[in-house]
């Protein structure tokens, strides 16, 4: 099984700024899967950003962008130019072939002040 | 295209009444799943059916009961509320299995008096 800890549970940006969480997980496995929910108040759950652990090249989405640190097993999200619509709780999520559903972060709640 | 959809939306019940809440994904996914979110604690799942037929047990099953219907549906029973399952209950459903993406239904919010 794997556990994921996000030790930011609040964080605050300006607009046009760039924040980046945090996220360590720790697994025993090689081969495992590493994603960045977003859910903003409307409560919906929504997929920001995925990355393979095979995968050295740090996965992008437009102004969101991940530092996939494997040794470290750390994974955080950058937000880049952030927007009033980037406010919301972020939840970090890992999963590996051999387990059966995502574990989940207790999650980041960020304000994007004006 | 409605994704997953669940119901209801909102529900308050009394200690020890039973309900169903009920989802369909209509995405023609094989994975299904049930989480729980309490403040603070992040999702958990309750249940999950990996494929049409099948259901196995997650981290907080204990009070819930699950049917995966046939390939589209997926619904949650508590028997007996209590208290504690006063939560946010999420639907969600996946082609890739569960190292794929999730893709949520808007929730269910509960509360049990």
């Known amino acids: 099984a794997q556990t994921v800890t996000q030790s930011q549970p609040e964080m605050s940006v300006q607009e046009a700024e760039t924040v980046t969480l945090s996220c360590t997980y720790d697994?025993?496995?090689?081969?495992?899967?590493l994603f960045w929910y977003k859910q903003p108040p409307s409560r919906q759950m929504i997929l920001v950003i995925r990355?393979?652990?095979?995968?050295?090249q740090n996965a992008t989405e437009n102004r969101f962008s991940v530092n996939f640190q494997k040794a470290a097993k750390s994974f955080s999200l950058k937000i880049s130019d952030s927007q009033l619509g980037d406010a919301a709780m972020y939840f970090c999520?890992?999963?590996?072939?051999?387990?059966?559903?995502?574990?989940f972060g207790k999650g980041t709640s960020l304000l994007v002040t004006p | 295209n409605a994704g997953v959809t669940q119901t209801p939306k909102f529900q308050v019940l009394k200690t020890g009444q039973s309900m169903t809440l009920q989802c369909a994904q209509d995405?023609?996914?094989?994975?299904m799943y049930w989480y729980r979110q309490d403040p603070g604690m992040g999702l958990r799942l309750i249940y999950y059916?990996?494929?049409?037929?099948?259901?196995d047990k997650g981290e907080v099953p204990n009070g819930y009961n699950v049917s995966r219907l046939n390939k589209r549906e997926f619904s949650l029973r508590l028997e007996s509320a209590a208290p504690s399952q006063t939560s946010v209950y999420f639907c969600?459903?996946?082609?890739?299995?569960?190292?794929?993406?999730?893709?949520f239904g808007e929730g269910s919010r509960l509360t049990v008096l």
């Open positions: 969600a459903s996946s082609e890739q299995g569960h190292t794929g993406e999730l893709f």
């Open positions: 697994t025993s496995e090689s081969d495992y899967y």
């Open positions: 990355q393979e652990a095979y995968k050295q």
């Open positions: 999520a890992c999963n590996s072939n051999s387990g059966y559903a995502l574990n």
């Open positions: 995405m023609n996914h094989n994975s």
């Open positions: 059916s990996a494929s049409e037929g099948t259901t």
